[in-house]
């Protein structure tokens, strides 16, 4: 995984490319997404860093303007749940696919190889030049099932 500091000079880069100012606003919100293993909508992001940061004006736009602006550079990464928005995680972690409870919303995070490969041999079958993928199982958790 990148480094925290890495991480902060490639997202100046980015903003200094967009022609976008460095706040620290924005550095909040990087800081969150690198600093929490979990899935958030941005309105979580939002008020959890107004409760953590009560000092700090920062508006919900900010949020979600800086949530796209990391995805569309691949630093975050979202699950789509349809109408109930996007959920995002720091994009620079170790490939993984997912498992989201229906219910409670729950997401499970794992790595398969076996899964893997095939992607790869369908990939190959069809003369397809595969660049990446995301892979979203819907269902039960265990705890929903009871």
Request: aromatic content about 10%; proline content about 2%.
């Amino acid at each position: 995984m990148i480094t925290y500091p890495l991480l902060l000079d490639k997202f100046k880069t980015l903003l200094k490319t967009n022609t976008l100012k460095f706040t620290k606003q924005r550095e909040l919100i990087l800081k969150f997404l690198y600093d929490n293993d979990e899935h958030y909508t941005p309105e979580d992001i939002y008020m959890l860093l107004k409760k953590e940061n009560p000092d700090i004006n920062i508006g919900i736009a900010t949020v979600y303007r800086t949530l796209t602006l990391l995805e569309d550079s691949e630093i975050a990464s979202s699950i789509s749940f349809g109408a109930q928005g996007k959920k995002y995680e720091l994009g620079l972690k170790k490939h993984h696919d997912h498992l989201i409870c229906t219910s409670c919303g729950n997401i499970i995070e794992f790595f398969d190889e076996t899964i893997e490969e095939q992607q790869e041999k369908i990939a190959a079958k069809f003369n397809f030049k595969m660049t990446g993928h995301t892979m979203k199982i819907v269902g039960l958790c265990e705890k929903c099932q009871n």
